[in-house]
Each structure stands twice: as C-alpha cells, then as structure tokens.
C-alpha cells in the first residue's frame, strides 16, 4: 500500500474526474456538489455519504428519509405495512384485492363489471327504492289507476261482508240459485192454479162438446159412404199412376244405357268394352286424355274425329309431311327471294362493291364475332388476342401503335418473334390474320407511313 495519498479536487458543478486526471488509489473532490472519486484499478468509483450510485454490495438502513425517487432493478422487500403511508408488499396488495373479489363470480370480479350491472347509475339505491315506491305492497295498498287482468282471475274464499267489497262467484252463485228457487216455486204455483180453472171450462165444454158430437157422428156416417166410394176411385187412378211412372222409369233407363253406350267419357286409353262391359257399337265416342282428342268407332277400330271448320292452321295438320311455308316465315325463319342474293353452292359475280364493318378496338383483344376488319390504337403494352375464334374466318387490322408499346402475343396467337418486334417499334402497321378454328395465323407489313413504306 503506498505510503501517500494525493488528492485533487474540481469546483465545477457536476463534473466527475476521468482515469487520465486521477490514477489507481488517488482522490478527486467535486467541492461544488460535495462528492468524493477514486480511480478503482481503472474504473471511476463515487464514495462518500451521498453517492449518485452504488455498483456493489447492499444497503440496509434501520430509518431514513429520501428526498428524491429510487430505481430499484432487483427485488426490494418491505415488511407488512402497518401506516397508511408504509409500503405494501405483493403478496399484501394480492391479499386484499383477493378479500375485496372473495368468491364473486367471473362476470362480477371487477369495479367495471359491478357498475354495469347495475347500469353504471350512481344512485342505484334511491332509483330502486323510487321504483319500488310505485309498486303495489304484499301485505296491501291502494290502486291509483286500472288494472287490466284480460284472461287472468282474482281468487278469493272470502264473503263479502260490505256494500263495496269485491265478491266472488261462489257467492253469487248461491245467492242467485236461492232467487231462482224461489221464482221458480212461484211460477210453479200460479201455472197450478190456471190449470184448474181451465180444467173447469173445459168440463163445460166437453159437455156441450157430446152433445155436438153426437149430431156429427149422423153427419159422419154419410160422409164415410160417400168417402168410400171416392177412396175407390182413386184406389182404381193411383194403380194406373204407378204403371205410368214404372214405365217412364224404364223408358228414361233405356235412354241413358243408350246414351252410356255411345259416349264412353274421358279415358286415358281405348277401350275395348263400353262400359256395361258389352261390346263395342260402331259411332261410339270417348275423349282421350293422353293425346287431348276426340276418338270414334268405326265398328273395327278407333280413330280421330276430324275437325270441321272453316279454315285450318299449319298446326293442325299433323300427316303432311312436309313444313308449309306461311307469309309470316317469309323474311324470319325463310329467306325470300332475291335475285341479288349470293349463294354459297354456285358462282356469283359481283357487280356491286362488297365491304366488311370496320370495328374499333384498342384493348388488343380482337372478337371475331363482331367482324372480320379492325383499327386498333393501343394506349399501353398489351397481348395480342383472338375471341371466338371460328374456323375458316380471315380478315385485317389497321394496327397504329404510334406509342410504341410492347405487344406479346397469346399462346392461339400464331406470328413471328421477328414481326412482334417490328410491331412493338412505334409506328402504323397492317395486319391480316386467318383461323383454322382453334388458333389464329398473324402478319404484319413493316411500318408504313402515307408516302410508302
């Protein structure tokens, strides 16, 4: 250890000393903020009793107070405060978060949860307490308003002891079946005492009724001689009546057997047998409903009953053969004649220009069955394609690619690398083209210009 000690010192504010202004074992001072270096075996070291850091060891204080904020990156442990302004551990803060949960349940386990169950109102307790204020108590109240029971009932044992207690069915039931006892015996007593009476006049009558009757009976027995002579009579017409009616009976059954022979109804087949299961008569008839016509029996088989009308339609002549051709197919579904007209089966000789439409189409993508004859500018690089590509068909394209742009070409699109890049080069093109139906052949002119090529 070396006998002597050198110590420097600074009185700049914040300054700390470096390893070239102090060596291994020297002092620096900072008098400005009272704080004491030394060079550790090359690393600066603070002491002293107000250290800004401590690099090695522990501190254990018994009391102390600290002004400014600590930054603790390792474990400080505390014991159980005691103070309100002690420090908590963990383990006391989860203690009593877990007493303040104990075992509510999940949905219930927080401030946030508690305030929404009970619709985050801060007064819970007095709207509760207004809302039960409007409810009718268990033990009895007085309504302010209607009560609508619809299908509902009251149920009540009890008898009505006042004017304006509500009743139940029971008890009117008994006292209306004691009223209507009683009506009833009335009713009953009065009916017994016209009875008599009528009893009594019709004694009277009866006996003036005899005396009657006894000068009837003389008429009667006149009357009954001549009722049996009529009662003869008419014995004698109800017989011929019945023989009348017994032949109009069969008279209209034969009529209608008649009628059933000929027209057998609606069948979805021929029959063989009309229907009483006898044999067939030549003239019958029956509607078949399979093919929606008439049918009628020559005597041998069966056949179609033939319209009669005054005109006829194509659609009802079904053994022509042929198809007939009406003045409305002429110019729809059947060409009319023309002498102008070419056909594909015999030389034409034009005499008049024929032309193709021309169709402008600058997407590169060209549909041959819109035409045979195009102009395209394109506006950028684009692939040069063919849509509905038909057999047999050819035709050209003004091709003005005066923008330069780079064409490719489709993989049914057949043309030389050499004229892909001909036409790739800014300027205008013609192109013609011809398909076998499944690909379309390209070529193109170099570019051309008004004055020649």
Request: aromatic share 6%.
């Amino acid at each position: 250890m070396p006998t002597q000690i050198l110590i420097k010192k600074s009185t700049t504010a914040s300054a700390v000393p470096t390893t070239s202004d102090i060596t291994t074992g020297e002092l620096a001072v900072n008098t400005a903020d009272k704080r004491l270096f030394t060079n550790n075996s090359g690393t600066i070291v603070e002491l002293g009793v107000n250290p800004s850091s401590v690099t090695t060891g522990a501190i254990t204080a018994s009391s102390g107070t600290v002004s400014g904020n600590w930054s603790v990156s390792g474990t400080l442990t505390v014991a159980t405060p005691s103070n309100d302004t002690d420090a908590a551990s963990k383990a006391y803060v989860d203690t009593a978060v877990s007493n303040v949960v104990d075992s509510a349940p999940g949905a219930l386990d927080t401030l946030n949860e508690l305030a929404a169950a009970l619709g985050d109102d801060a007064n819970f307790s007095t709207t509760i307490t207004n809302s039960l204020a409007t409810k009718l108590n268990l033990s009895g109240g007085t309504m302010t308003g209607d009560i609508v029971l619809g299908a509902n009932k009251i149920t009540s044992t009890a008898t009505p002891a006042t004017d304006d207690t509500l009743t139940r069915k029971g008890y009117v039931d008994s006292i209306l079946g004691s009223a209507t006892s009683a009506a009833t015996s009335a009713a009953n007593a009065a009916t017994s005492e016209s009875n008599a009476a009528t009893s009594e006049t019709n004694a009277a009558t009866s006996a003036s009724n005899a005396s009657t009757s006894e000068t009837n009976a003389a008429s009667s027995a006149s009357a009954a001689s001549t009722s049996a002579t009529s009662a003869s009579n008419s014995a004698s017409a109800a017989s011929t009546s019945a023989t009348n009616a017994a032949t109009s009976e069969t008279n209209a059954l034969n009529a209608y057997d008649s009628f059933d022979d000929r027209y057998l109804g609606a069948k979805a087949s021929a029959p063989t047998l009309d229907n009483d299961g006898d044999a067939l008569i030549a003239g019958a008839l029956y509607f078949d409903t399979t093919d929606d016509k008439m049918q009628v029996y020559s005597g041998s088989a069966w056949g179609d009953v033939a319209p009669v009308a005054t005109s006829v339609t194509e659609a009802q002549i079904s053994d022509l053969g042929t198809t007939i051709v009406l003045d409305s197919d002429i110019g729809t579904t059947v060409q009319g004649y023309d002498v102008d007209t070419l056909k594909a089966d015999v030389a034409d000789t034009l005499t008049a220009p024929f032309r193709g439409t021309v169709t402008t189409d600058n997407d590169l993508s060209f549909d041959m069955d819109v035409t045979n004859f195009f102009k395209c500018t394109p506006t950028g690089n684009g692939t040069l394609t063919f849509t509905n590509i038909t057999a047999g068909q050819s035709g050209n394209i003004w091709f003005d690619n005066s923008g330069g742009h780079t064409i490719s070409a489709a993989s049914t699109t057949y043309i030389a690398s050499a004229d892909l890049t001909t036409i790739s080069t800014a300027g205008v093109y013609f192109l013609s083209y011809y398909s076998d139906g499944a690909n379309v052949m390209v070529s193109a002119t170099p570019a051309v210009t008004s004055a020649g090529a």
